[in-house]
């Protein structure tokens, strides 16, 4: 089974949702047994998912929470990079 399948069933299972149809409790298991990938990504996902519920209940009287969380959420290399003028990449753009 894909790993995206596995990850929109955890996510799913987070939020309290059914799975996806054809994603069975027993099938969720036996990709995270071996999937250390997926494991790592659940980990993160309920970190998250915990970080976000503690968050809304402060936010409501405190607005600068919410933007300390959303600091926290942005990777460091989403900062936007200075644009020179003339420099070109020519080779990026398609990784894999
Ligand atoms: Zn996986």
Do not use: F, K, N, Y
């Amino acid at each position: 089974m894909h790993c995206s399948r596995i990850r929109t069933a955890l996510s799913a299972r987070l939020d309290g949702e059914e799975a996806p149809p054809g994603v069975t409790p027993g099938g969720l298991a036996a990709h995270l047994a071996h999937c250390r990938d997926c494991r790592q990504w659940e980990i993160r996902a309920r970190d998250l998912t915990a970080r976000l519920d503690r968050a809304a209940d402060r936010t409501e009287d405190d607005p600068a929470a919410v933007d300390a969380l959303l600091a926290g959420l942005r990777p460091v290399s989403a900062e936007p990079a200075p644009v020179r003028p003339g420099a070109v990449d020519r080779d990026g753009g398609r990784a894999g």
